[in-house]
């Protein structure tokens, strides 16, 4: 695993004007927590955007370090939580949660698919029900994506989190038999055959209908010329 860190400085000031003022100056507001002890700090901007590359996830573990402390002390820890501003997408916290050397996490890892489904080249879609999985283990286990490869998913096929095979030391959280991701034939196509049929069989009805009729009409003409 390739070797990351993020520099951190301790926040003094609190309350919402201070947030912004940390804000305005390059920092994002954040707090860093572990078995009930916190600490509030600020992030460097720039350097919290270059370790993820504008996309946050909670499976990249990372060496921390601190502009007030200066130790030997092995530091690691990763983002448990962040708030982002729902208009402009600005980060404004972020909670950092410091791992413990030989104890295992709880996190989750982001799910990417690759190939291209047979059931998708035959005109199904694959429709993602998880886009990430709980796991835990070591923080020197932990893997920063899963890989599932859907190439030979037929319309039908569904995979679940009991099909997925993980290194050893991850353990897989949460439901086994939660479906991760299926294929399937459109609904618009689904309901366009219903359609057809509803109009075939109506329309099978009216002919029957006719056809009655015409025996019924049959039936009066016979009678008048007995008469």
Known sequence: MEAKSLTVEPRTDFGKNASRRARRNGFIPGVIYSH??????????????????????????????????????EKMAYVKDYLADPMSGEILHVDLFKVTKGEKIHTHVPIVFTGTAKGVKLGGILEVDLREIEVECLPQALPEKIEINVTNMEIGDSIHVKDVVVAEGVKLLGNPDASIASVHV????????????????????????KAAEGEETKDKDKEKDKK
């Open 36 to 73: 009930g002890e916190s600490e509030s700090i600020q992030i460097p901007r720039k350097e919290f955007f270059k370790l993820f590359k504008g996309k946050i996830s909670e499976s990249v573990i990372f060496d921390i370090y601190s502009t007030a402390k200066k130790d030997d002390t």
């Open 186 to 209: 459109p609904k618009v196509v689904t309901e366009e055959v219903k359609v057809e049929e509803a109009v075939a069989v109506e329309g099978e009805g009216e002919e029957a209908k």
